[in-house]
């Protein structure tokens, strides 16, 4: 039997999906293609794992959403979700961040091009249909990366961006 996947976790696996298009056959540098290279739920990778890798993640602190009402079992609002990823870290000791900038503008891009699909055709009155959920996802916005140089948690150069989805769920079908 099939785990059933809620409203988020689809939301979090078409991320997955979106991230893993940053490849050499689809004209990147990076190869993110691989199963084991984006994950979901990993805040640190070991030192001897393969790079690039991206995580995608929550923040440790959730916006709080608006709240139902009695009579409406419906809540929207922003969900923030960080994408973290770690890339090969230069020999030259004046450029150890520089795949790291590089893996996070891949990122970025993969991200933005679901931005920029159709949604239908022009004068329809369709709302956006991003990530594919329809009006269920009402906003992406892609936050500015941080890029971070090799430290005591990792010998492997970062970066860090803030994904926020203005998302509208109702907590009654919570897997619908």
């Known amino acids: 039997m099939t785990m059933p ?3 988020r976790l689809q939301i979090l696996y078409k991320l997955t999906e979106i991230i893993r298009t940053v490849s050499p056959t689809n004209g990147f540098y990076n190869d993110l293609s691989s199963e ?3 994950v ?3 805040i640190f990778i ?6 690039p890798m991206v995580a995608i993640n929550e923040p440790p602190m959730a916006i709080e959403h608006l709240k139902t009402s009695p009579q409406n079992p419906s809540r929207s609002g922003d969900w923030d979700i960080l994408i973290q990823g770690w890339a090969n870290t230069s020999v030259d000791a004046y450029s150890g961040t520089d795949y ?5 503008a891949e990122v970025q ?19 956006p249909n991003l990530l594919g959920f329809g009006p269920r996802i009402s906003d992406m916005r892609i936050g500015a ?7 005591e948690t990792s010998a492997k ?9 203005q998302i509208s769920e109702d907590i009654t079908k919570p897997f619908s």
């Open 5 to 7: 996947r809620p409203f």
């Open 36 to 38: 084991e290279a984006v």
């Open 40 to 42: 979901r739920g990993r």
């Open 46 to 51: 070991g030192d001897d794992e393969p790079v």
């Open 100 to 104: 790291a900038y590089a893996l996070a």
């Open 109 to 127: 891009q993969a991200l933005a091009s679901e931005k920029v699909k159709p949604t239908g055709r022009p004068g329809s009155g369709l709302g």
């Open 145 to 151: 990366p941080v890029v971070r140089p090799p430290d």
């Open 157 to 165: 150069a970062c970066f860090y961006m803030i994904l926020t989805l």
